[in-house]
Every structure is written in structure tokens, then in C-alpha cells.
């Protein structure tokens, strides 16, 4: 999801996005540990992911305070 289509989210949206994306990079961290994963560029796809939201959260609190 591109930062565009998050920022249409709401905040219990992108906050349940956060906590789906922490639960998925530990699943992977734990398959990864186990030899299991496939696919590692997903891990880093997860971690951008998540940067991402917390982006756009801190730019909404940051808009928030400056009101």
C-alpha cells in the first residue's frame, strides 16, 4: 500500500494496519529463525510497510498539535 491510499485511511484504520503488519513481520522473523521463509524480500517489504504508517500517523499528530 503506497502512502497515498494510507493517508486515506482513517487512525483506527492505519492503527489496526500497524498492529497486522508487527504480527506479520514477527511471523516472518519466526519462519525466517526456522528455515521456512521463501521469500525474504517480504521482511523488507513488511518493515517499509510499517514505516510507512508510522509516517503518515505522525504527520496526522503533527497536524494535530500545530492546530
Do not use: C, H, S, W
Not at 493517508?7 to 508487527?22: F, G, T, V
Not at 517480504?42 to 499528530?61: D, M, P, Q, W
Amino acid at each position: 500500500m503506497d502512502a497515498a491510499q494510507l493517508r486515506a485511511l482513517d487512525d483506527a484504520a492505519l492503527r489496526k494496519q500497524l498492529d497486522d503488519l508487527y504480527q506479520e513481520n514477527f511471523n516472518l522473523r519466526f519462519q525466517r529463525a526456522a528455515g521456512q521463509l521463501p521469500n525474504l524480500n517480504r521482511l523488507r517489504e513488511v518493515r517499509r510497510e510499517i514505516a510507512r504508517v508510522k509516517t503518515v500517523l505522525r504527520e496526522r499528530a503533527g497536524m494535530q498539535e500545530a492546530k
